[in-house]
């Protein structure tokens, strides 16, 4: 049966590493429009899961729906085409453009016109608009838009890089630590553009920032060693005695 509300869904996923279980039997469900938090220990499992819904690993076992279709045995290109995206880190190549060229290259991409010599000028345009609107969504300023990526600051770098994700039009955005490595009072910017993506897009965010997880999560899943151990709405979570004891309270872990 097709639920409309769920964007993506994992039925039973399971992995090992040898004898390590590294996902086990975990079942998870992205709402449409979520601002879901993935969060657990160092070790949890969540990159494996994460790179289990792209497509980058293949489960031994269950399923991964994205608007109920069944795409456990899809490619990550053929995912993406269907509107399940993540960001990835720019490459030296996007580096050399400026933000704007680099959307614009990546919306070309998508409807199929890039490296075309003769693509109408017309696509062409309607792909440079679009990029500006998708550039000025992430709160880029047009003067940082038209500077080569290599001399943004880093944590304008990673912003770039939800732009990349977005020119895909996702309709799941999966986010693995997006503001990993910038200056703490950079990263809430990043989670403001997160917060304030297009209302039809779900976001499943894996995030080491309790401060942040709280502030712009609807819902949390907890794994602990590749399992599921909690999930609910930020509020349930703090009120859990287990989860403070075994994550929240041992600070070591976050
Ligand atoms: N390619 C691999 N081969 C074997 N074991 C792996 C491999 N990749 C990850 N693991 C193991 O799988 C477990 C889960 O790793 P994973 O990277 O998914 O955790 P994580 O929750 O993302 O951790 P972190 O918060 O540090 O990013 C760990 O025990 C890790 O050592
Ligand atoms: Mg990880």
Avoid: C, W
């Amino acid at each position: 049966m097709i639920n409309s509300d769920i964007a993506l869904e994992t039925v039973s996923l399971s992995k090992n590493y040898g004898s390590l279980a590294v996902t086990r039997d975990v079942s998870i469900r992205l709402e449409r429009g979520a601002r879901h938090a993935l969060i657990g220990p160092n070790g949890a499992g969540k990159s494996t899961l994460i790179h289990q819904l792209t497509g980058v690993l293949r489960p031994d076992d269950g399923r991964v729906m994205l608007n109920g279709l069944d795409v456990t045995d899809h490619s990550v290109e053929q995912r993406v085409k269907l509107g399940l995206s993540r960001t990835f880190q720019i490459n030296t190549l996007f580096k050399e453009f400026t933000p704007l060229e680099s959307v614009t290259l990546a919306i070309l991409e998508r409807t199929g016109t890039a490296g075309k010599l003769f693509a109408s000028a017309r696509r062409e345009s309607a792909a440079i608009d679009e990029a500006i609107s998708i550039v000025r969504s992430i709160g880029l300023s047009d003067k940082d838009a038209r500077r080569r990526v290599a001399d943004l600051p880093y944590g304008r770098q990673r912003m770039v890089e939800i732009a990349l994700a977005l020119a895909s039009k996702p309709k799941v955005l999966l986010l693995d630590e997006p503001a990993a490595g910038i200056p703490a009072d950079e990263s809430a910017d990043i989670f403001n553009v997160i917060a304030n993506l297009p209302e039809d897009v779900a976001v499943l965010f894996v995030e080491h920032d309790m401060e942040l997880v709280f502030r712009f999560a609807k819902k949390i899943t907890v794994l602990v060693s590749g399992a599921l151990f909690f999930e609910g709405s930020p509020e349930a979570v703090a009120a859990s005695d287990e989860v403070r004891k075994i994550y929240l309270g041992d600070k070591s872990h976050v």
